[in-house]
């Protein structure tokens, strides 16, 4: 089971809005709506951000947005702060022998 | 408040075995899923397998069949993880993570545990 593919960074000056991509199969991201996208601090744990493609959890600011269109699920960023700064990583439910996969992960950077 | 509470950091050699706990509190332990996904340094985060505590049944990453084993102790309310046969490879911080009773999301993780494999 490969990783989903994230792009390895993305960057944004404050204010703006920024889109990370999530490019799996079928099998996984195109096939449930099981994508959710995690937000990881240096050295903490991951937070959950998005949950089933689209969902804030409470408390998650309504900045964060999800979608998804057939094998590439994305999360956007909008109005982008400084406390944004972080790894993001997607996670899709899959059909394969192996039922969870992340996403290779990618730097978001406020310039 | 919900807690996942992961024991401490361990050094190990090359073919050993490590097993790290998971103590949860504050919420019905045999409901919820668990979950654990390590991250090696500088890298990405990796799911490695889940139990349901209700009923001890697992699914283990395709990867570490043979060697992972998860387990729970319903009295103490704690998910155990069992790693064989370590190699460098598996030098990563481990996590705990709950699943959350909606829709195959993780919504409350562990602090991590450090596991260094080193000759």
């Known amino acids: 089971q490969s990783a989903l593919t994230q792009p390895a960074s993305v960057s944004g000056s404050p204010g703006q809005s920024i889109t990370v991509s999530c490019t799996g199969t079928s099998s996984d991201v195109g096939g449930y709506n099981y994508v959710s996208w995690y937000q990881q601090h240096p050295g903490k744990a991951p937070k959950v951000m998005i949950y089933?493609?689209?969902n804030r959890p409470s408390g998650v600011s309504n900045r964060f947005s999800g979608s998804k269109s057939g094998n590439t699920a994305s999360l956007t960023i909008s109005g982008l702060q400084a406390e944004d700064e972080a790894d993001y990583y997607c996670?899709?439910?899959?059909?394969?022998?192996?039922?969870?996969?992340f996403g290779t992960g990618t730097k978001v950077t406020v310039l | 408040q919900v807690q996942l509470m992961q024991s401490g950091a361990e050094v190990k050699k090359p073919g050993a075995s490590v097993k790290i706990s998971c103590k949860a509190s504050a919420f019905t332990f045999s409901t919820y899923y668990m979950h654990w996904v390590r991250q090696a340094p500088g890298q990405g985060l990796e799911w490695m397998g889940l139990?349901?505590?209700?009923?001890?049944?697992?699914d283990y990453a395709q990867t570490f069949r043979g060697r992972l084993s998860v387990t729970r102790d319903t009295s103490t309310s704690t998910v155990n993880m069992e790693l064989s046969g370590l190699t460098s490879g598996d030098t990563a911080v481990y996590y705990c993570?709950?699943?959350?009773?909606?829709?195959?999301?993780?919504?409350?993780w562990g602090q991590g545990t450090l596991v260094t494999v080193s000759s």
């Open positions: 993570a709950r699943e959350a009773g909606r829709l195959k999301d993780f919504d409350y």
């Open positions: 139990i349901n505590p209700r009923d001890a049944s697992t």
């Open positions: 089933a493609v689209s």
């Open positions: 996670c899709s439910y899959t059909s394969n022998s192996t039922p969870y996969v």
